[in-house]
């Protein structure tokens, strides 16, 4: 029962979607959006145009393109075991060609759904909200050119979230600063418990690890 109210549902939103494809202006703006995200193309581009202008956030922006790959290569591996048709609308033909004939999980809405977290974090204010909002119409223009159910391009930026996270957990801590000295772990004084021994430091030492601290909470 469940399942079949999941399908009408589907159905019904696909069938409006389409219905907004008949205004010109929407379909080509759709198919653009469809263009651009095949094999994750343009999220893959912007990674690495990134990291090219942005030096001091290099290897972020390799990790997040990387993430992104990785989840549109998921993707597409989940699809070969899941088998799922894509839709066939009854007098509609899909606005745009695809790459294979299995639906679920989107493969663009998996690689939008992971760019939106590993690349948009990477910018501030207007430009994260940009690189969302280019995702989250990345993900509608699926449904709008009529190639996706609802339930594949959900799943989809599921998955490309959840692989950001997965990857996220793996990545190595910030390296220290050259020159920077470790500090010991400070022992109690003799006979007097919980009072620590202050060590004297020097200028160099200030310095150094007020640089220490500075490079940790801007790569933080």
């Not at 290897?59 to 989840?71: I, K, M, N, S, Y």
Request: include cysteine; aromatic fraction near 4%.
């Amino acid at each position: 029962m469940a399942a079949r109210a999941m399908q009408r549902w589907e159905r019904r939103l696909l069938d409006a979607l389409g219905d907004c494809a008949v205004d010109a202006r929407v379909a080509g703006a759709a198919r653009a959006l469809s263009w651009c995200g095949e094999h994750a193309a343009v999220w893959l581009l912007a990674g690495l145009a990134g990291a090219a202008t942005d030096r001091t956030q290099r290897e972020r922006w390799l990790r997040g393109t990387a993430l992104v790959g990785a989840a549109h290569l998921s993707s597409m591996g989940i699809k070969r075991v899941v088998r799922r048709p894509r839709p066939v609308l009854e007098g509609r033909a899909p606005l745009v060609r695809t790459a294979g004939r299995h639906s679920f999980p989107s493969s663009h809405a998996a690689s939008a759904g992971a760019a939106a977290l590993a690349l948009g974090t990477l910018r501030p204010g207007a430009a994260r909200a940009g690189i969302g909002a280019l995702a989250a119409l990345t993900c509608v223009s699926r449904l709008v050119v009529g190639v996706h159910y609802p339930s594949d391009v959900i799943a989809g930026a599921a998955l490309g979230a959840l692989t950001v996270r997965l990857g996220a957990r793996r990545v190595p801590p910030v390296p220290r600063a050259p020159g920077v000295p470790v500090v010991p772990r400070v022992p109690d004084v003799p006979g007097v418990p919980g009072a620590p021994v202050v060590p004297r430091v020097g200028a160099a030492g200030v310095a150094g690890s007020a640089v220490a601290g500075g490079e940790r909470w801007l790569h933080g």
